[in-house]
């Protein structure tokens, strides 16, 4: 048997993580065509290369069908409840950053923080008779986040992508989404809430707590970790 | 552990000597329409409940308690007064503790009746106390009626009051609130550069969202008005600190709350009603010399109930969800009533573990 390590499939992040591996030692590539989703380790013995989508990788690492995995600190706990008791970090990669924060319309000159937001919203359901919306796909995150703030009179409306042009669309009043320049928000014409900041969030190596180590496994992933250093 | 069978029977034994005591046996349905349910617990519920949903009715919900189709029911078409009594499965998301059962049985019981509150909080507490019976069990007892007319009676805005009212149940934004509204707190800076400027709607940004210019202008107002405020004053704030520190026994709590009702004469009807309460329960033979009172029991988890709230607890068992809770809800059923209102106390009570702390005691 061999450790299994999870690598999102696609584009810049699969490449960097390539590289970060490459600088320990660790060779990573497709094998075959680049269609293909089967990958090649070289440079350390008994480690497999499992190509997937990087939201699935957490799912993968709580199943214990991988030992490694390589994704976000945003889906591992917004997709594993208790994420730590499921998985370890073991070292962020140093990529990927992005910040979930709370967005509202730059034109909302009266709403800053969280306060605002509350008192906003209780205002809204009063006026247009339903709650004040909030797209995101981060359901889990950002309403304990919102529970613990004490904003009431919200809902969350469930946005898999284009998030930002959903208050444009007045499908959403304001948004929980993932930036890394702020770039789309702007130009979206929302604002990040001073105190909105959820979670920051990098690419990041996980492994598994719950995934069965035998002997083959248990020194391979001694030896990853001796690389790592 | 008691297996399912084991939790049936005494479910059905517990709903019999409700039934005994009067109620009839009601059974709603287990999906429930959500939207009802997010109107009225807010986002929340949707970490509490499950959903389901089909493309002609919408989102359902598994029922999360009874207490709220017994209401609609009773609104619908319920004579007065009525009890009723009921047991089956309700069911709760658990995310984070995965000792917590995500289904169980509750079997509760309901009372609607105009003409004597105080009689019947006595009467569903002491039924209660009486299914409990020999078990190792803490009565806490709270009246969420108190802080509502604490709050209601200040001296302050009504925009300030509704502020307090809406987070009420939120002890951690209530306290900011309030240290805020009484000046111990300052205005943010954002909030004072927006007030100071000479057009605070300038922005270069558009205009885009469903709200509109008119709303973000009456914010404004709003927030000048509430500069313009005075800050509740000590002697208030005072009184509402020992208020939300009351922990005694029920003769004693009541006695330092009449005193903390000189600083704040507006909760002298809701003690009042607390003290008919006491004699209520005396009457049935409860043992209020013994009976523990909190101010603020009942804050941070009973969101529907606004007066009288109860829960029994294992004394030995800390990590156990409470055994029973109940309260009196009558604002719910204004909520839920369409323009009718009737005043109205129940609870729930949660056989499997009763007998899993029987067990234990063997």
């Known amino acids: 048997m061999t450790l299994k390590l999870g690598v999102p499939s696609k584009g810049r992040l699969m490449e960097k993580t390539f590289a970060w591996f490459a600088r320990h030692g660790i060779e990573l590539s497709r094998a075959g065509s680049d269609r293909e989703y089967a990958g090649k380790v070289d440079g350390i013995e008994d480690v497999s290369l499992i190509l997937l989508s990087a939201g699935e990788i957490p799912r993968e690492l709580a199943a214990g069908r991988i030992h490694l995995g390589v994704t976000g600190t945003d889906l591992v706990h917004e997709k594993l409840p208790r994420w730590e008791q499921q998985v370890e970090e073991i070292a962020p990669l140093g990529f990927g950053q992005a910040d979930l924060v709370i967005a509202v319309p730059a034109c909302w000159v009266d709403v800053e923080t969280l306060d605002d937001l509350d008192a906003a919203a209780a205002a809204f359901r009063a006026t247009h008779g339903h709650r004040l919306r909030i797209a995101t796909k981060y359901h889990r995150l950002v309403r304990e986040f919102l529970t613990d703030s004490g904003v009431a009179d919200y809902t969350l409306v469930d946005s898999q992508g284009a998030t930002e042009g959903t208050v444009m669309n007045e499908t959403a009043e304001a948004i929980a989404d993932i930036t890394s320049t702020g770039e789309t928000l702007r130009a979206n014409h929302l604002k990040i809430l001073s105190d909105g900041l959820i979670l920051q969030s990098q690419a990041t190596l996980w492994r598994s707590r719950v995934a069965e180590y035998g002997a083959a496994e248990k020194a391979a992933l001694a030896e990853v970790m001796r690389r790592l250093g | ?362």
């Open chain 2, 1 to 362: 552990m008691p297996n399912r069978s084991q939790i049936q029977a005494r479910a059905a034994m517990m709903r019999v000597r409700f039934e005994a005591a009067g109620a009839q046996v009601v059974d709603p349905p287990l999906l429930q329409s959500a939207e009802t349910l997010l109107d009225l617990y807010g986002e929340d519920i949707r970490a509490r409940a499950y959903v389901t949903s089909d493309a002609l009715r919408g989102e359902q919900m598994l029922r999360p308690d009874f207490t709220l189709p017994v209401v609609q029911m009773h609104m619908r078409d319920g004579a007065e007064p009525a009890r009723y009594t009921y047991s089956g499965e309700v069911f709760r998301r658990q995310e984070h503790d995965p000792d917590r059962a995500n289904e169980y049985i509750q079997v509760g019981y309901e009372v609607f009746d105009r003409d004597d509150p105080a009689g019947a909080d006595a009467e569903v507490f002491s039924l209660f106390a009486l299914q409990l019976r020999g078990l190792p069990l803490r009565a806490a007892t709270g009246d969420i009626g108190i802080l509502t007319a604490a709050v209601q009676g200040l001296r302050t805005s009504d925009q300030r009051k509704a502020a307090l009212m809406r987070h009420l149940w939120r002890p951690r934004r209530f306290r900011a609130l309030l240290d805020r509204f009484a000046g111990r707190k300052p205005e943010p800076d954002h909030r004072a550069a927006l007030l100071a400027a000479a057009d605070p709607m300038a922005c270069d940004a558009p205009m885009i969202g469903k709200r509109r210019p008119a709303e973000i202008a009456a914010r404004i107002d709003a927030l000048r008005a509430d500069r313009d405020t005075p800050p509740i004053s000590d002697t208030e704030m005072a009184g509402l600190d020992s208020l939300l520190g009351v922990r005694e026994t029920m003769p004693y709590a009541l006695e330092h709350l009449r005193d903390i009702a000189v600083d704040l004469p507006q909760i002298t009807p809701a003690l009042d009603r607390l003290e008919a309460r006491i004699a209520a329960l005396q009457a049935r033979g409860v043992d209020v010399g013994k009976l523990d009172f909190e101010a603020s029991y009942g804050r941070t988890s009973m969101e529907y109930y606004d007066g009288f709230v109860f829960g029994f607890y294992a004394e030995r068992r800390p990590d156990l969800p409470p055994i029973a809770t109940g309260g009196r809800y009558d604002a719910l059923t204004r909520r839920l009533g369409n323009g009718a209102e009737i005043p109205a106390v129940g609870g729930v009570l949660r056989p499997d573990l009763m007998l899993e702390i029987e067990e234990a005691g063997q």
